[in-house]
């Protein structure tokens, strides 16, 4: 299936810094590729929506100004924790739509884990 | 999208056949089943989706009741490493092919 991959796997930050996560898509472009978080023993939930060359489509409760979604290019989105603190400490992964096989499929990434101290 | 309801956790004996059941009375005639399967600290893995008719992979068999209300993933002989947590989800295709993930089922293989 197509591969999405994540960069970095995991990362231990100081609170108060900023922390930038990329998600590719390596073998097919993506126009669209969608960010969730998942924290201990609950399962994903959808932070916001990517679109390449427009703004990002946030869902409710999820602060725009903390998470930046960049998706620059059609391989390559970027999500940046601003101002990190102890509670953004999460596993943080993307998903991308190949529109030229499933088009209803959606490729996740490998996730990025992300502690806070 | 309709909401799923899944048994929070089952176990399997290696080699046996995992059925997973989904059930999902509200369901619309525009919305598919699709599951996921998400590995300890690793992202969801599609496995298989459909609308009415039963569907076959590699990876699984899906079978949807006539009334599509419940559907049951199988897999056929069920290994350790097929030990995850599978999520059934309902939605409608071009529906911003955003998935919304309820609890899942988390299925332990035992030896």
């Known amino acids: 299936g197509a591969v999405v991959s994540q960069h970095p796997s995991r990362v231990i930050c100081k609170s108060g810094t900023s922390v930038k996560i990329e998600c590719r898509s390596l073998?097919?472009?993506?126009?669209?590729m969608f960010w969730y978080r998942q924290f201990p023993k609950q399962s994903l939930m959808l932070m916001a929506t990517?679109?390449?060359?427009?703004?990002?489509?946030?869902e409710q409760g999820v602060e725009k100004d903390k998470f930046l979604i960049n998706h620059a290019s059609l391989t390559l989105s970027t999500l940046t924790v601003t101002s990190a603190h102890p509670e953004d400490s999460s596993f943080y992964i993307c998903?991308?739509?190949?529109?030229?096989?499933?088009?209803?499929?959606?490729?996740f990434g490998p996730g990025t884990r992300l502690l806070v101290l | 999208d309709a909401k799923t309801t899944q048994p929070p956790s089952m176990d399997c004996a290696e080699g046996r056949a995992a059925n997973l059941p989904c059930n999902h009375s509200?369901?619309?005639?525009?919305?598919?089943v699709y599951w996921y399967r998400q590995i300890h600290s690793q992202g969801p893995q599609y496995i298989i989706h459909?609308?009415?008719n039963n569907e076959t992979n590699e990876m699984a068999s899906l079978i949807i009741t006539e009334d599509r209300k419940s559907s049951t993933l199988i897999l056929p002989h069920a290994t350790l490493r097929d030990t995850a947590v599978y999520y059934c989800?309902?939605?409608?295709?071009?529906?911003?092919?955003?998935?919304?993930f309820g609890g899942g089922t988390r299925l332990m293989v035992k030896p």
């Open positions: 998903s991308a739509r190949d529109p030229k096989r499933n088009q209803e499929t959606q490729y």
């Open positions: 073998d097919f472009q993506a126009t669209t």
């Open positions: 990517s679109n390449e060359g427009s703004k990002a489509t946030y």
């Open positions: 509200t369901i619309s005639g525009n919305e598919y």
């Open positions: 459909g609308l009415k």
């Open positions: 989800i309902v939605r409608e295709n071009n529906a911003g092919n955003m998935l919304t």
